[in-house]
């Protein structure tokens, strides 16, 4: 347990956790605006992750114009859940919007199964992406390296359209009082749309690292990842676009962390997120950046 | 008004014979694989009455059976198989010597079983429901995975992936449609009772019954509890229905295929709980066509294995979408009677 | 012109169905849910197998019905039961998993119903069972050819194990090839635990490189084998692989890429170079009906579970008489199936060779033969 292999773990833990990252920072936008746990966020990532397969295994398409592919696709697929199947339901109790965003995911889940096999599939990563870098010991690909770094990016886009934006600041007056934004003349619905679109894309560009990381895609992918990326999004603060990367990143390292270093718990790396999750909510309910429940949530 | 009531009670108690005397009948004149579907639908509707009330009466979206079915599984089986069978089964690592001493009949198994659920729904209630409920989907959910991982990772205990087998087979239709008749008594008397009015406050507007002087906590705990109790109960059934258990048989197809009951049967009724079993569960025998290759006459479609697996997720968006009261809405059984009396 | 043909076999069939006996035989197969590639797979060489010899010498024809499991016990079960008291099978094929034939077992053999196994490996299964069969090997022959190979005919004497706590599988083979390598003189350094569905393993293949053994042993499925062979490779880890059947399939091949040239593995047979004249017949035969001729080894199993029972039902005077079925599988000896020469013992378990193939250049070579 050197300092060169903790290093080595950290730049592992870094590149995990960016993954979980993108795909909380959906789930804790829908939550923000619907207060909607977005059960299908998950294969939405995973639907993402398959349209970068076709994208350049199928239509061989080059990689950056697959990834486009998959960030269209999927966003518009976000976007037509919401309209289709949250929308209806918006005066609807709570426990019908939930149960129907369960069934979107189940549904996404075995159409993909019925319609291209349970079987993994090979994703075709670039030759350069897999390039391997050798930095005093510490070895990494170039895709490990380039994850946290689109990531950050991302981010920091998202951040500028929340705070620079018209969209922004509709997205967070919709967060903060529905009936006023309605009052205000905007289209609660749109911006809604909108918040789909964008968490929609953001799981894909998740999904497509994840494939180029672990060069597979299959139908069930996206199930533990979204549990995961949700218990990121709760021990970062749900509502909170910051909390839910800082939260990433969290369970990253920590999954990482436990299985180089104690590694008869290895077994049990599935289950930190939950019990992370389950201790956040007994001590700190709003997460780490604390946030309160019926104020702002960006 | 005392008429009504004896009116109810001579319903209530005509359909309590009628169902014992058609497990009578079912035992002894159906065949075996008619007894298997009655067997699974008995043992589905203590776990579909249970898991209404939490989702249903309550109005608290909960995603557990599927974890509080496999504890009551394990605890019975544990309880069931002597030691002389444990040490036999055991392969990846020994058992616990604790393990092997662990033994009662059934009656006490399923006690213990349902118990155990208990215990552990009370423990994850204090994290989930101090905050409104909102969580305790995804950490149901969770849990639901955990308990599988612990199942895996334990084999001193569960005999990891392998699971138990030979367990002794007492499961019958006199056990699991009797224990069926007491759930569905025991859970109307819950919904019935003053309880039960606070948890459909609950669910109704949860603030007003705060203001009520509701405590929510509580109610939310006591619904929960009583659903993993029978649950686990349920689960025990199950174990010694099929003589064998292992980790991947509680996915969470098994919590799903509840859900699409409940919902199918009307969220909040007991009585729609039932016939979505019996819809679901009878149906999902039947709804094998569906995996087949079908034949329109023009043309043919391959055969399409898990078509039924969207089918289902289908009917459950569809109902939520534009069926949201399912077959019976809130209403029981007892009060189609009700109103026909009353006109 | 098409419809009277049709109309013709119609009544071609119906004319042979009324003078010979219809015997059913069951089939109990995951074709949805998550193992639905591995039972649609061998589900298709049980019903290539009907369709080339759908009667029996007397003239009886014999009617296949499968039955999805989804890959769930109480579905499993429920199929099993269906089969016999409603269907009233005379046999029973199936589960592919160990778990879901055990359960299909316990069942069955109440019964007095024969089940034979294509693929279910785990050794416990036949055991305390009249009714069980399988034409597989078991977990224990596999783990010693493996730890023999690796120590007499490589020279290899320590030993890494990853097992998938997740898979019986995976604990079986583990077991018996730590019992049979330690036995003939080898070392198991490190055993590492992983479970079915993790990605990453970049900590798992950094400790190895620093134990640095003579070899790995990864009794796993494909998707966990591809990965840790990936990211092996990532790290400059670059000792010997080994595999059990788990990994006998063309998506390992792709999953791993590159990394997974030299990886070795144990199969059941290699269609490149079939054991037996029905094998030559059979995988002509298939390539004719599909266009490709690599024949998966799980087809082939799920084709002698056929053949094997249907060369019972013709020894027997009264083919539907499952307790003689059940004799005969047991007495069969030197049967030439698909998959190779099979003889079946008294408890159900088929004696039978194991072949040894190295990926070479993106393709599955077959190296050696092991006989029992």
Not at chain 1, 169 to 192: S, Y
Not at chain 1, 243 to 259: K, L, S
Not at chain 3, 16 to 36: N, R, W, Y
Not at chain 3, 162 to 186: E, H, M, R, T
């Amino acid at each position: 347990m050197d300092f060169l292999e903790f290093t080595q773990q950290l730049v592992n833990g870094f590149s995990l956790g960016s993954m979980y990252a993108l795909i909380a920072i959906g789930y804790t936008m829908v939550y923000g605006v619907l207060r909607l746990i977005n059960f299908a966020h998950g294969d939405i990532m995973m639907v993402g992750a398959f349209l970068g397969y076709f994208g350049m295994a199928v239509l061989g398409l080059p990689f950056v114009a697959a990834v486009l592919l998959a960030v269209v696709g999927s966003a518009s697929l976000g976007m037509l859940t919401d309209k289709v199947a949250y929308k209806p339901l918006r005066d609807a109790p709570k426990i019908s919007l939930l149960i129907t965003a369960i069934g979107i995911s189940f549904f996404l889940e075995n159409i993909f199964n019925v319609l291209f096999g349970g079987t993994s599939r090979a994703f075709p990563v670039p030759e350069y992406m897999e390039y391997i870098i050798n930095a005093g010991g510490i070895i990494f690909t170039v895709a490990s390296l380039m994850v946290p770094i689109v990531t950050l990016m991302l981010l920091a886009m998202i951040l500028w359209v929340l705070y620079k934006t018209k969209y922004g600041m509709a997205i967070r007056a919709l967060a903060f009082d529905v009936n006023t934004v309605n009052l205000m003349g905007i289209d609660a619905n749109r911006i809604i749309m909108i918040v789909f679109g964008m968490g929609s894309a953001l799981a894909a560009v998740g999904g497509i690292f994840w494939a180029v990381s672990y060069p597979s895609v299959e139908p069930m992918m996206g199930v533990l990842i979204g549990l995961k990326a949700f218990a990121a999004a709760v021990v970062g603060g749900i509502g909170s676009v910051g909390g839910a990367v800082i939260g990433g990143f969290i369970i990253g390292f920590t999954e990482v962390v436990v299985v180089a270093f104690l590694p008869e718990y290895g077994g049990y790396k599935d289950a930190f997120a939950f019990v992370l999750l389950i201790l956040v909510l007994l001590f700190k309910p709003t997460g780490i950046l604390g946030i309160n429940f019926d104020k702002s949530r960006f | 008004m005392n008429i009504v009531i004896r009116k109810d009670q001579w319903i209530n108690l005509a359909i309590i014979a009628s169902a014992l005397w058609f497990i009578w009948f079912a035992s002894t004149h159906f065949d075996k694989y008619t007894v298997r579907i009655l067997n699974n639908i008995a043992i589905f509707t203590i776990l579909a009455v249970s898991y209404n009330l939490i989702n249903g009466v309550t109005g608290q979206f909960s995603l557990e059976p599927n974890g509080f079915v496999a504890i009551g599984a394990y605890v019975t089986a544990l309880l069931l198989l002597d030691g002389d069978a444990k040490e036999y089964q055991y392969d990846i690592e020994d058992p616990y010597p604790w393990v092997l001493g662990l033994q009662a009949n059934f009656v006490w198994a399923l006690f213990f079983a349902g118990t155990f659920s208990a215990l552990l729904a009370l423990t994850l209630s204090f994290p989930v429901f101090r905050v409104r409920g909102d969580y305790l989907a995804i950490v149901t959910l969770g849990f639901g995975f955990i308990i599988r991982i612990l199942a895996i990772n334990n084999p001193e205990i569960t005999n990891g992936s392998l699971g138990l087998n030979d367990i002794p087979e007492f499961s019958n239709l006199y056990w699991t449609g009797g224990v069926a008749i007491l759930a569905v008594i025991g859970i109307l008397n819950v919904v019935n009772s003053k309880y039960g009015r606070a948890m459909k406050a609950v669910r109704d507007d949860e603030d007003a019954a705060i203001a009520m002087g509701v405590n929510t906590f509580k109610i939310k705990t006591f619904a929960f509890c009583t659903s993993a109790f029978l649950e686990g109960v349920g689960g025990g059934l199950l174990a010694a229905l099929l003589t064998s258990i292992s980790p991947d048989l509680f996915t969470f197809f098994f919590t799903f295929q509840l859900l699409i009951i409940i919902v199918l049967g009307g969220l909040g009724s007991t009585t729609g709980a039932i016939i979505g079993t019996v819809l679901v569960i009878g149906g999902a025998e039947w709804m094998r066509f569906l995996d087949e290759p079908m034949n329109f006459g023009l043309f043919e479609t391959p055969a399409m294995p898990g078509m039924r697996m969207v089918v289902f997720s289908i009917i459950l968006i569809f109902v939520m979408l534009f069926a949201r009261e399912g077959i019976m809405g809130k209403r029981e059984l007892t009060d189609l009677f009700k109103r026909k009396g009353k006109k | 012109m098409r419809k009277l043909t049709t109309l013709a076999t119609s009544v071609a069939l119906l004319a042979t169905v009324a003078v010979a006996k219809e015997i059913k035989v069951g089939a109990v197969m995951p074709m949805s849910g998550p193992l639905a590639a591995y039972g649609q797979v061998t589900y298709e060489g049980i019903e290539f197998a009907h369709k080339i010899q759908p009667t029996l010498k007397n003239g009886d024809t014999i009617k296949l019905i499968l039955l999805d499991n989804k890959g769930d016990k109480v579905e499993t079960a429920t199929g099993t039961t269906r089969l016999i008291s409603s269907d009233k099978v005379v046999a029973i094929l199936g589960a592919l998993t160990s778990t879901n034939t055990a359960q299909t077992i316990a069942i069955a053999d109440k019964k007095k119903i024969p089940v034979i196994a294509s693929v279910a490996t785990n050794d416990k299964l036949t055991m305390k069972r009249t009714f069980a069969n399988r034409v597989c090997f078991t977990d224990s022959f596999q783990g010693e050819v493996v730890a023999n190979y690796a120590l007499k005919d490589l020279g290899l004497k320590t030993a890494v194990v990853i097992v998938d706590q997740a898979q019986v599988y995976s604990l079986g083979l583990a077991k018996a090839f730590q019992k049979a390598f330690k036995k003939g003189g080898g070392k198991i350094v490190k055993k590492i635990k992983i479970t079915s569905g993790d990605k990453d393993f970049k900590a798992v293949v950094s400790q190895i490189k620093r134990i640095n053994p003579d070899f790995m042993f990864l009794p796993l499925y494909h998707p966990e084998a591809s990965m840790i062979a990936r990211q092996s490779k990532q790290i400059g880890l670059s000792k010997p692989m080994f595999s059990g059947d788990g990994v006998a399939n063309q998506t390992f091949i792709d999953l791993g890429g590159k990394s997974v040239e030299g990886y070795m593995f144990t199969d059941f047979f290699d269609y490149s170079a079939p054991p037996t004249q029905k094998s030559k017949d059979f995988i002509a035969a298939y390539a004719k009906e599909t266009g490709k001729n690599e024949l998966n080894s799980f087809t082939a199993l799920g084709a002698d579970t056929y053949f094997l029972l249907v060369d019972a039902m013709n020894r027997c005077s009264d083919p539907s008489d499952s307790i003689c079925i059940n004799k005969e599988i047991k007495a069969s000896k030197g049967f030439e199936g698909v998959s190779g020469v099979i003889n079946m013992d008294k408890a159900g378990n088929a004696t039978r060779s194991a072949v040894i193939k190295v990926i070479t250049n993106g393709k599955a070579v077959y190296k050696t033969t092991v006989n029992p």
